[in-house]
């Protein structure tokens, strides 16, 4: 939705998703329901912010990446995480813009990557913000 003033034309979207989640794959995995396409009325950059809960209930230390992508191309850096075994809960903040992008529709979605074979990474309480700022 645009919001428009005499010096901005700002564009945002917002979702989240309150479900534990698990992923075991040693490849960048969309998050289920963690993906915002925004209509761009002018070129701009998007602007992203992830806020989410890593969980390792596991017996042995584990290691993930989550990464935001925009039209399937991972965005740097990507946050790079290692917990230790146990109960242990691990916040999670992605704060990161894309390249300058021609207006039309864009997709951003979150994934994630875990590192070691055999070991499953889970996550709760994952958000996706987008705004869009004029280049």
Do not use: C, E
Request: glycine share 6%; proline share 6%.
């Amino acid at each position: 939705m645009p919001i428009t003033g005499a010096q901005i034309n700002l564009q945002k979207a917002y979702l989240s998703d309150n479900t534990l989640r698990a992923f075991t794959l040693q490849a960048y995995t969309i998050y289920p329901l963690i993906t915002l396409t925004m209509n761009l009325v002018r070129p701009s950059y998007i602007y992203v912010s992830s806020m989410s809960q890593g969980v390792n209930d596991a017996v042995r230390a584990n290691a993930f990446a989550v990464g935001a992508f925009y039209d399937g191309v991972q965005i740097w850096p990507t946050l790079i995480v290692g917990q230790p075994a146990g109960n242990v809960r691990v916040p999670i903040t992605i704060i990161v813009r894309t390249p300058a992008l021609l207006a039309g529709n864009h997709t951003v979605d979150i994934r994630v990557y875990v590192y070691i074979a055999g070991d499953t990474t889970s996550m709760r309480y994952v958000n996706l913000s987008l705004v869009a700022l004029p280049v």
